[in-house]
């Protein structure tokens, strides 16, 4: 009984394994196909931006409560 749960953990544990050992080599193969790649050129003119709106005006913080009635 306990050779058998060894043998199903130790399974599971090396299916764990390749799993990380797949996406590192996943990872380490589109780290290497983007750095292969000549990066794009920018823009030769300035992108210009425009206000659609005017900025709304922040209204002005509440008063402060007023202070508590002095004690009798």
């Given at each position: 009984m306990t050779g058998s749960w060894a043998a199903a953990q130790r399974?599971?544990?090396l299916?764990?394994?390749g799993a990380v050992?797949?996406?590192h080599v996943l990872a380490g193969v589109a780290l290497m196909?983007?750095?292969g790649r000549k990066p794009s050129d920018s823009p030769e003119?300035?992108?210009q931006a425009r206000l659609i709106q005017e900025p709304r005006a922040i209204p002005p913080p509440p008063p402060p409560p007023p202070p508590p009635p002095?004690?009798?």
């Open positions: 399974r599971r544990r299916a764990g394994m050992l797949g996406v196909a983007g750095l003119q300035p992108v002095p004690p009798p």
